[in-house]
């Protein structure tokens, strides 16, 4: 095993629908390989039996392409980090099953990464693009499977003080998406269309709910029920409304976001906001960070776009920081912790 001077971290990533490794030397990523897989769009949303067989056509040549990106051979490897939780179990036990055997052929140490908490950590990635908030901060964790607010206090120390009752918003984004006959994910489409519509054109009304949870089914039936209306008077009411539709969706699923964020501001007095996960690509949502930054009701931290979606970096960066501390997992497959 070598040293703490010149560390060379294999970050693997499975959780969902995305193959990815990447190699960090120290912070500094030296690549990030991120394989797609196309084959869920016919069905709406992803597959776990296509999706687990994807990443094992998918993670040879991807982790391969990754250290020849990074110019560095396997044996020149410091660690292997993978994602051992939450996600897809049949796409996990792809990723643990090959950085398991991995690390065991190199005879170097295995460092299991909890894909909530590297999504929050790869703030801490070494890029002139973006800057790493201070600690304690408020992480925001918002993707197609989470909404949560979460304190973290240091790399290792972090509580969810508030997520979802129900649906997290990346999933409410494609269910109204669906609705509206978008291509999956509509998350991104909802964004494009909403930037040329008019976000007050129609009024959906935001949830009651106590303390810094989240709920956002309400809004989907909302969103279902106003479309299942309008569609009886014109049957082409979607097609014909479809950018203000979705300005009006996102303005108010946005809303419910900023609200419970400057609640946790209010309660904890932590002004530090970092966000993370697929729907922090989201323009809207950045752009509301930025305006109430600018008005000094906040700090943001906005990761870069690669960063955003799931990604093998934001594993690496926290087999990084484990390396460092000895935080080693065992050569052999167990159930995985689904915990934060």
């Known amino acids: 095993m070598q040293n703490n001077d010149s560390v060379y971290i294999l970050g693997i990533e499975s959780s969902c629908d995305d193959t990815s490794a990447a190699v960090l030397h120290h912070r500094l990523p030296l690549s990030n390989v991120i394989a797609t897989q196309k084959v869920h769009e016919a069905y709406g949303g992803v597959v776990p039996e296509l999706a687990s ?9 991807v982790v391969y392409q990754a250290l020849a990106e990074a110019g560095i051979t396997a044996k020149e490897l410091s660690a292997i980090a993978y994602t051992q939780g939450p996600g897809l179990m049949g796409s996990l036990l792809v990723g643990a099953s090959f950085a398991k055997s991995f690390a065991m052929a190199l005879n170097i140490p295995l460092i299991e990464v909890n894909h909530m908490q590297a999504h929050l ?46 649906d997290a918003i990346g999933e409410a984004f494609d269910k109204c998406g669906k609705m509206m006959k978008l291509d999956y994910p509509a998350g991104p489409i909802i964004d494009k269309l909403a930037a ?54 996102q303005y108010t699923a946005v809303s419910i976001l900023m609200d419970k964020i400057n609640a946790a501001i209010a309660q904890t007095g932590i002004k530090n906001i970092a966000i993370g996960g697929g729907v922090s690509a989201n323009s809207a949502i950045r752009k509301a960070l930025l305006e109430a930054d600018a008005k000094n009701q906040l700090i943001a931290y906005i990761p870069k776009f690669e960063y955003c979606t799931d990604n093998a970096a934001m594993i690496a960066i926290v087999g990084y920081y484990k390396f460092k501390e000895k935080d080693f997992a065992q050569h052999k497959l167990a159930q995985a912790r689904l915990t934060i």
């Open 196 to 249: 040329k519509g008019n976000p007050t054109a129609f009024r959906f009304s935001k949830p009651k709910v106590e303390g810094l949870n989240f709920s956002f089914s309400g809004l989907k039936t909302a969103v279902l029920y106003f479309l299942q209306r309008e569609t009886q008077k014109n049957p082409n009411f979607i097609e014909e409304h479809i950018k203000d539709i979705c300005a009006s969706f």
């Open 53 to 61: 067989r994807a990443h094992q056509k998918n993670i040879v040549p």
């Open 121 to 166: 950590l790869a703030h801490f990635i070494e890029d002139d693009a973006q800057k790493s908030p201070t600690f304690p901060f408020l992480g925001i964790t918002i993707s197609g499977g989470h909404t949560q607010i979460v304190k973290v206090d240091s790399a290792f120390k972090m509580d969810v003080i508030g997520e979802t009752l129900d």
